[in-house]
């Protein structure tokens, strides 16, 4: 058993040997004290140092009875012959062993024992077999911070052994079990069935926590890609990672007219403010509506859904005589303004101008009654068309001196879409004709948007109470410290509003159509915070907010909750702690503001102009550009195709793309060049209807390409060519057509401009950038005409160009920068000539 160890930080074994009561003749080893020489060449003396003394000779020992082993790198040394005894009065308490130079030692723990002979292990019978032998090392001298006294925490203890752990455990009851199952294994005699113990309630309340941890590490991972995400706010933040912007809905546009009657309370010129409401048609509801009502039928929306609610974008004074205005016929029956018209003569029933029309003015035009039969009710709802006036000129005829005039112009993108007939001969039931007036103007028109403003407007002048109960609110209401706002918007009537940055007011030469059309993807919240200080704005993002910007982000989740984010103080500003914001905001959005023609019929004022004479309030056109938050199914499938959109111009038809996407723009070919300096790309464009490249459209152009261009490129925006033609063709009539009948008709469909609304063969719009004109498809449309037995191909060729036997070809092939044209003016036959030869016929 001398090789049994054992680990003890009380050890008392000598001490029990040197007790009075122990053997006498018994010692052991109490330590050794290891001097070694300055040199290798030194001896090394080894004094081991007895427990007590033993007494002589019986205790004497010489070198075989000193066994040294151990080393590493260098064996055990061997010990000189004798060992020196230390007398000590017949007793000896010290043996002083010798080693002698040149043996060199490691660093390695060495074991030295005292054995009673050459070839045995066992001790002397005068020294204890527990106390015979000892570990020493000879560089004890060698620094060292460590402790020399043996450590006893450095034991080994025996660690407990592993709780059985169900990973797969997720909810409440699987990790309530696996914990009281843990407590009855440590805990003797506990009882897990006892609902009322404090333990369990303990282990209850910690299992519903490691639930809610368990879920929101699912959620990290599920959250954490594209393809798996549920949230919506995280599959728009993955898509805004690939610049892809998801539509979050828009809220639809109508425009509103209103007939005013003024009197003596509320005279001409009564304005109605911007966000002023208009409201769905509704039985029992009167035509205008008092502040009061309104802010009752706000309080009893449904929360989910809300009202619908319209508000104008912007103050329109009213006034009688814009409630029906007549156009003026020039003494002219039968008339109609025709399709594609841009400009008309009105009745100015301003009295002397006040309340006239002005530029920027919606104008209505719509059918008051049918042509055929004079009838009100007989009017067709689709001939109603609203422009926006570009430019407005007094006026008067010689005819009716008493008469004043107006004549009022729109923009060709409002151009009159359909035929307008003002007046007509209706045939009556008996006796002669009637001339009866089928169409009129109206003023009055605003445009309004949908959602409702919480709270009210201040020009409903409510109580402060009912405005306070009906505001919006956020939860939580203020900051707190160390922790990241994130509120929720609530006390609203729906999903927030989402309208264009600019209203009419901002773009005073905005078309009528363009004014009315919604751009999803540049519809922002309808919402505004502010403080003690200034307002803060909503914006898509905060990437390129500064770290002063009173900015904030509008998210929505799953179940249509609108969250708002603020900045980290790098990208815009973190509301302070405690802060309280105030809100206001419009609510109404998507699809469900798409209403139909005529669905609006009140308008909301307040309680004291309740008696304001407005005879009727109506959207003449349907409300339009409604929109639905884009689902996430579709945002999965689009965001990564993202990045796929070339967003600058390395090559040619990159040029040629970035300049299709500027509005008015048919067609584009760009032509690299080198200036001499730097190179140029010249881009060719063919407008819309054939219009000129003016200065003003190539700025626009310019500053539209600026994003797309390459540093170091210089673009230069030239007109397409045009390459005028010289036709002629010899057509033969049916015999019982009219020849001259047959011919204007042929002209017309060929021509430009067409007839009847119907551009022809030869309307800009048909040829482009390099596009060829084929004889076949000439001839063709010339058969196509009623009336037409043959046609025949004279001259088919460039104008002022010498032929080069086209007709054989068949085909006339510009260049890639040429566009054909053939304008069939007379005034102008260097921009195209047309020469029809008539035969046949009668």
């Not at 900051?479 to 005073?508: F, M, Q, Y």
């Not at 191909?793 to 920068?817: K, N």
């Not at 036959?829 to 046949?840: C, S």
Request: with cysteine; glycine share 10%; aromatic share 6%.
């Amino acid at each position: 058993m001398t090789g049994a160890r054992y680990a003890c930080c009380d050890e008392r074994r000598r001490a029990a040997l040197a007790a009075p009561g122990a053997p006498a003749a018994v010692s052991g080893i109490d330590y050794l004290e290891v001097r070694q020489g300055a040199l290798v060449s030194d001896p090394t003396e080894i004094d081991i140092v007895l427990v007590k003394p033993l007494p002589l000779p019986a205790a004497a020992l010489n070198g075989s009875n000193i066994r040294i082993t151990g080393g590493v790198r260098f064996p055990a040394p061997t010990v000189a012959p004798l060992v020196q005894d230390i007398p000590g009065g017949g007793t000896v308490s010290t043996y002083r062993v010798t080693i002698p130079g040149g043996q060199p030692t490691d660093f390695s723990t060495y074991h030295l024992a005292i054995v009673s002979g050459p070839g045995s292990d066992a001790p002397p019978p005068f020294l204890d077999p527990r106390l015979s032998a000892v570990d020493f090392s000879f560089k004890v001298d060698c620094g060292s911070d460590a402790d020399c006294a043996p450590d006893c925490r450095s034991i080994p203890e025996t660690p407990p052994p592993e709780p059985v752990f169900d990973y797969r455990t997720r909810d409440w009851e699987g990790f309530r079990r696996l914990m009281l199952d843990r407590l009855s294994a440590l805990v003797p005699g506990f009882t897990s069935d006892d609902p009322v113990d404090l333990t369990t309630t303990i282990v209850e309340a910690l299992a519903y926590r490691a639930d809610q941890q368990s879920y929101r590490l699912d959620w990290v991972g599920t959250e954490s890609f594209l393809d798996t995400a549920r949230s919506r706010t995280s599959v728009a933040r993955h898509a805004r990672l690939v610049d892809y912007r998801p539509g979050e809905g828009a809220s639809a546009r109508a425009y509103v007219a209103f007939a005013f009657t003024s009197d003596g309370a509320f005279p001409d010129g009564f304005t109605l403010p911007a966000g002023t409401p208009v409201l769905p048609r509704s039985e029992g509801l009167p035509t205008v509506v008092s502040a009061t009502e309104y802010a009752t039928l706000l309080a009893a929306a449904a929360a989910p859904v809300g009202p619908v609610v319209f508000e104008t974008m912007a103050a329109r004074p009213l006034w009688r005589w814009q409630s029906s205005i007549a156009m003026h016929t020039w003494g002219d029956e039968e008339c109609a303004l025709a399709r594609g018209a841009t400009a008309v003569t009105l009745v100015d029933g301003s009295s002397g101008g006040k309340g006239g029309l002005a530029v920027g003015d919606l104008l209505l035009l719509a059918e008051a009654a049918a042509p055929d039969t004079g009838e009100a009710a007989d009017a067709d709802p689709a001939r109603r068309h609203v422009v926006r006036l570009t430019r407005v000129t007094p006026t008067t005829d010689v005819l009716a001196p008493g008469l004043a005039l107006v004549d009022v112009e729109w923009d060709a993108a409002d151009a009159l879409p359909f035929d307008l007939v003002v007046s007509a001969l209706v045939p009556g039931p008996a006796g002669p004709a009637r001339r009866v007036v089928c169409a009129a103007a109206q003023g009055n028109v605003v445009l309004a948007d949908h959602g409702a403003t919480l709270p009210p407007a201040p020009h409903l002048a409510l109580p402060p109470a009912t405005t306070a109960s009906l505001a919006p609110r956020l939860d939580p209401p203020a900051p707190e410290e160390g922790v990241a706002w994130r509120p929720r918007l609530t006390g609203g009537i729906g999903p927030l509003a989402r309208v264009g940055e600019h209203g009419p007011a901002d773009s005073p030469s905005l078309p009528a159509g363009r004014l009315a059309a919604v751009d999803p993807a540049a519809c922002l919240p309808a919402v505004t915070l502010h403080d003690a200080f200034a307002a803060w704005r909503v914006r898509p993002d905060l990437l390129a907010s500064g770290r002063f910007a009173r900015d904030f982000v509008v998210e929505s989740d799953g179940t249509g909750a609108q969250t708002l984010r603020f900045g980290d103080g790098v990208h815009a500003l973190s509301p302070a702690t405690g802060a309280t914001l105030g809100v206001s905001g419009r609510f109404g959005s998507g699809t469900i503001g798409n209403v139909g023609q005529g669905a609006l019929g009140h308008v909301v004022v307040a309680d004291t102009q309740r008696q304001v004479r407005i005879g009727s309030v109506t959207n003449p056109l349907a409300a339009a550009g409604g929109a639905e938050a884009e689902g996430i199914a579709a945002v999965r499938v689009a965001a990564p195709q993202a990045f796929r959109v070339q967003e600058r111009a390395v090559t040619a038809k990159d040029y040629e793309a970035a300049a299709l996407r500027y509005p008015g723009v048919a067609n584009a070919v760009a032509v690299p060049r080198w200036t001499g300096s730097w190179q140029t790309v010249e881009i060719h464009l063919d407008r819309q209807g054939g219009a000129a490249v003016d200065e003003a459209f190539r700025d626009g152009l310019l500053a539209h390409l600026e994003r797309y261009r390459l540093a170091g490129f210089d673009v230069a925006v030239r007109a397409a060519r045009a390459v005028p033609l010289d036709v002629e063709l010899s057509v033969c009539a049916a015999p019982d057509e009219i020849r001259g009948d047959v011919g204007r008709r042929v002209r017309a469909a060929l021509s430009p401009f067409g007839s009847a609304g119907t551009p022809g063969f030869f309307h800009p719009d048909r040829f482009t950038l390099g596009t060829p004109l084929y004889l076949s498809a000439l001839l063709a449309a010339v058969m196509a005409v009623p009336g037409v037995q043959s046609v025949t191909p004279v001259v088919f060729q460039r104008f002022g160009r010498a032929a080069q036997d086209e007709i054989a070809l068949g085909v006339i092939r510009p260049a890639a920068t040429e566009v054909v044209e053939l304008r069939d003016d007379p005034n102008l036959p260097e921009r195209g000539r047309l020469r029809i030869t008539m035969k046949g016929g009668r």
